[in-house]
C-alpha cells in the first residue's frame, strides 16, 4: 500500500450539478438509493460527464438504534432539464480551503485513506466544517481510485 499524503487548503469548484439528496435515510438503504439514482441518469438523456461525486453530512442514530445519514450524491451534467422526480440542479458548487487526500489502492484499504484524514485533524487542531465530498474517479472490484475532500472552518 502507498504511503497516503494529506494537502491541506485545496479547492474544489463543481459546475452543473444534479442533485440527488437523501435526508435521514437509513444506512442499511444508501447504497441501493445510490444505484437506483444513477440507474436513472444512465437511463435518461441526459449527457453526464465526470465522476460521481457524493458529499456526506453525517449520520444520526436513534434511540431505536437505527442509523440515519444525509447525503447527497451528484454527477455533472449537460442537459439537467429532462430530469424529473426530485432532483436539484446546481450550475455552480465550491469547497474552499479543504483538507484533502488522494486514494489509489484495494476497496478494502479505503477505510484508512478516511482514517487518515481524520487524524490529520486531530493532530494539526484544524476544526472541519462536517461535510466530506468525496470525488469517485474509479470503482472496480480490485481497484478504487477517490479524492477526498474535507471543508475546514479555519486555515
Do not use: W
Not at 43 to 62: A, E, H
Not at 77 to 101: D, K, P, S, W
Not at 137 to 143: A, I, N, T
Amino acid at each position: 500500500m502507498r504511503k497516503l499524503e494529506v494537502l491541506n487548503d485545496k479547492h474544489l469548484k463543481l459546475r452543473n450539478l444534479l442533485v440527488f439528496e437523501l435526508r435521514q435515510c437509513p444506512i442499511d438503504e444508501l447504497d441501493q438509493r445510490i444505484n437506483q439514482f444513477i440507474d436513472q441518469v444512465t437511463m435518461s438523456s441526459v449527457q453526464r460527464y465526470g465522476p460521481l461525486i457524493t458529499c456526506n453530512y453525517g449520520t444520526q442514530v436513534s434511540e431505536q438504534g437505527q442509523i440515519h445519514i444525509d447525503y447527497d450524491v451528484m454527477v455533472q451534467v449537460r442537459n439537467y432539464q429532462i430530469m424529473t422526480g426530485g432532483y436539484r440542479f446546481l450550475e455552480e458548487r465550491q469547497y474552499a480551503h479543504c483538507v484533502y487526500l488522494h486514494f489509489d489502492e484495494h476497496p478494502q484499504y479505503a477505510n484508512y485513506a478516511y482514517s487518515k484524514l481524520e487524524l490529520h485533524f486531530f493532530e494539526t487542531g484544524l476544526q472541519p466544517k462536517g461535510e466530506l465530498i468525496s470525488v469517485i474517479l474509479d470503482d472496480q472490484p480490485e481497484r478504487l481510485v477517490l479524492d477526498l475532500f474535507k471543508p475546514v472552518v479555519t486555515l
